[in-house]
């Protein structure tokens, strides 16, 4: 049987319900350990993951077996369980319904990955990408 190559990369872009700042200094680790966990668990390669304190970036190869839908909904799921029963049980943390995709080239993702690497620095000085930032993506 012949070997199968693909080169998949998604970058996730998802905020908090009602983009409250939920996502603390205390919780933030742990919260992008959890991410990186499942995206691993699920097979997809976490090549960058960056917070702001009411939304998440994250750039992943794809595992040809699962749907980007599937790995949105699953992260959020276990990242939000965390937070709601061990991290922060004190506040109504959720995630928003909606998420940003964007598919990308292998010769893109250096620059998407200093991006989400990045997220304090670009916030800070309002060098934010506008599509990877729009608030009706952010607010769904």
């Known amino acids: ?14 905020g908090t319900a009602g983009r409250e700042p939920w ?7 742990p919260l992008l350990a959890a ?10 390669a976490l ?12 750039l992943a ?14 992260v959020k799921g276990a990242s939000a369980h965390l937070v709601t029963h061990r991290l922060a ?7 928003q319904g ?6 990308l080239r292998d010769e893109d993702t250096p620059v998407v990955r200093r991006y989400v690497l990045q997220q304090k620095s670009h916030h800070a ?7 990877w930032e729009q608030a009706d993506i952010l607010d769904a």
């Open 61 to 74: 190869s794809l595992s040809p077996a699962v749907a980007v839908s599937r790995l949105v909904q699953e």
């Open 23 to 29: 996502i603390s200094e205390a919780i933030e680790a």
């Open 35 to 44: 991410i990186a966990d499942k995206c691993r668990k699920l097979r997809c």
């Open 125 to 131: 000085t309002a060098a934010i990408r506008s599509a």
């Open 89 to 95: 049980p004190e506040i109504s943390f959720r995630w």
């Open 1 to 14: 049987m012949a070997a199968s190559y693909t080169a998949l990369y998604v970058h996730l872009v998802w």
């Open 98 to 103: 909606g998420y940003g995709a964007f598919t």
């Open 47 to 58: 090549l960058a993951i960056g917070a702001m304190p009411d939304h998440v970036h994250v």
